[in-house]
């Protein structure tokens, strides 16, 4: 079962290992990228909390292992680093009924939705298809502060 898509530039840290991971109720961290370096993929497993497990795919694989019913028997967290990343998982997968936002590269070109957060034109329009099947989509840093609904700002 997917309990939730979370973007975040960093993926899997000490914020999402300790704060994120108790607040969903996870077994499983399915991280996916395309691009993972070997030293981010190193920290991660440092960091990964005990007794929870840690996948790292790129992005088609991950949607193939979800598709073949292969982390049904998990709890799965699903981490990206960007924004295209989750709509690709999410357009793919229909079980993804909740997204959530925290912080992305910086890009001078892309709209600042707060401090931590900016987003293309191309990726509105990703995410208001999203928001339009149904997906809740929210930007929150930590689990302890209020969700910001994504269609309030975009």
């Known amino acids: 079962m997917i309990k939730l898509l979370r973007v975040d530039n960093r993926l899997l840290h000490g914020q999402v290992a300790v704060s994120w991971v ?47 019913g292969r982390t049904e028997k998990y709890n799965l967290f699903l981490l990206v680093g960007n924004i295209t990343d989750a ?3 999410a357009k793919e997968v229909p079980e993804i009924t909740e997204i959530n936002i925290g912080r992305t590269d910086k890009n001078k070109n892309y709209e600042y939705l707060n401090n931590e957060t900016c987003i293309s034109e191309e990726q509105k329009v990703q995410m208001r298809e999203l928001i339009d ?8 840093m930590i689990p302890t502060t209020k969700a910001t ?3 309030n700002l975009i």
């Open 87 to 89: 709509y690709r998982i």
């Open 149 to 151: 609904p994504l269609k």
């Open 22 to 68: 108790n607040a969903v109720g996870t077994n499983c961290v399915g991280v996916a990228g395309d691009h993972i370096s070997d030293i981010v993929i190193t920290a991660m497993k440092l960091c990964k909390p005990a007794g929870v497990k840690l996948v790292i795919k790129t992005v088609d694989n991950m949607i193939a292992d979800i598709k073949a």
């Open 133 to 140: 099947r149904g997906v809740i989509i929210n930007l929150q």
